[in-house]
């Protein structure tokens, strides 16, 4: 997923704050359990960030919104699919979207450091 496709998704929900936060992964996120996992996207409520990484899918977007406002994976699981399905519907009716929808944008910055730089995009929310 790029900034643009996210933003996109985010714009669809009026009454939920978009994270201040965005940090994109050029890699691969997982960690060894009792099989692999791999993360798709992280919500860090303390911190209203999301973190996506290349695995992360429309649906992701929300779940993780989902997690940054406090709540588990039992209401981010079902949140996810139902926004997704409200964003594929305002993506089909435009006139429908253009009412409902308010403009998100984020802004690259430039402030994490160097090893990081090439493995991670950090945005922030532009305000106003």
């Known amino acids: 997923m790029d900034i643009s496709e996210v933003e996109a998704i985010l714009s669809h929900y009026r009454f939920l704050g978009p994270p ?6 050029q890699e691969p996120v997982s960690m060894k ?33 989902a997690h940054t406002l406090g709540f588990g994976e039992s209401v981010a699981r079902p ?13 089909k009716f435009p006139l429908l979207g253009s009412l409902l929808k308010r403009e998100v944008k984020y802004e690259l910055r430039d402030d994490l450091p160097e090893k990081f730089k090439r493995k991670v995009q950090h945005y922030v929310m532009k305000k106003g």
């Open 20 to 25: 201040e936060h965005l940090l994109l992964t």
């Open 79 to 91: 949140f996810g699919r139902i926004a997704i399905k409200k964003h594929e519907l305002m993506e």
């Open 33 to 65: 359990t009792n099989g692999d996992v791999i993360f798709l996207g992280l919500g860090l409520h303390a911190k209203s960030m999301v973190v996506l990484t290349p695995q992360a899918t429309p649906e992701t977007v929300p779940h993780e919104l």
